[in-house]
């Protein structure tokens, strides 16, 4: 993959307990950071980020940056944009998959700092599946009770187990077809090696041959 990132940070979380994550890092202004996040098909994501700028004056990242963008990017397992836009500098974007597979998702200032600027600090909050989904907001808008948006958040983690095992049969399908073409290229090899021999063999005969009987031995 050709991602003009230093740091790549691969989030294996297909634990489906744990899909969701909350971090920070740091960048440079013109630095870009890019993450690989595994993401079954037809899944919603909500990434939710704020970016502090540092201070050199008071020695702190400040709280709030207005002058500052945030591009984000985002790809699918066939290297298709999904999601390229410019953000404030706190905010949150949301995505469905299409494909399964290793999303890379990619942040990046607006800035035009050269010499990579000022060091920026990005807190970053990636939410998968029905992690996604704000059941306080579900329940007010629609009027559910207790038990009603119990269920409906039990259904839909259902569903969500459901996507995260045909996405498992896929890996595995996947995993299968390179094993299989691996063993198909060593049996060639095996079979050229084998061909290889029989042909030196038979030269050397012929030429011991032509050999003996030059010298006139037999
Ligand atoms: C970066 O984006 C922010 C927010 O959209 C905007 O206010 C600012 O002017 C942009 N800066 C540059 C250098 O484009
Ligand atoms: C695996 O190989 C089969 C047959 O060659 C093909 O139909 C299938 O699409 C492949 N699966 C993946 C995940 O590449």
């Not at 591009?71 to 953000?87: A, C, R, T």
Request: charged content about 25%; some cysteine; overall charge negative.
């Amino acid at each position: 993959m050709n991602i003009p990132s230093i740091f790549i940070f691969i989030f294996c979380c297909l634990q489906l307990i744990s899909l969701s994550s909350s971090l920070y890092f740091h960048i440079g202004e013109t630095e870009r950071k890019c993450f690989i996040e595994e993401i079954p098909d037809d899944t919603l994501v909500i990434g939710k980020y704020k970016v502090e700028l540092f201070d050199e004056k008071s020695n702190a990242y400040l709280p709030s940056t207005p002058g500052i963008g945030m591009h984000v990017e985002v790809k699918d397992p066939d290297d298709k944009i999904v999601l390229s836009k410019l953000y404030t500098s706190e905010g949150r974007f949301t995505f469905t998959s299409h494909t399964p597979g290793e999303h890379v998702i990619c942040l990046f200032s607006n800035s035009t700092a050269w010499f990579g600027g000022q060091k920026l600090r990005v807190h970053l909050d990636i939410d998968v599946g029905e992690h996604a989904v704000d059941y306080q907001s579900v329940s007010a808008h629609e009027k559910l009770t207790e038990l009603q948006l119990r269920v409906r958040q039990l259904l839909d983690q259902v569903e969500q187990i459901t996507k995260e095992q045909s996405y498992q049969r896929y890996r595995e399908e996947r995993f299968r077809n390179t094993s299989e073409s691996t063993n198909q290229r060593v049996l060639w090899w095996s079979v050229a090696q084998l061909f290889v021999l029989v042909i030196a063999g038979f030269w050397q005969m012929r030429h011991l041959k032509g050999f003996f009987e030059a010298k006139k031995l037999v």
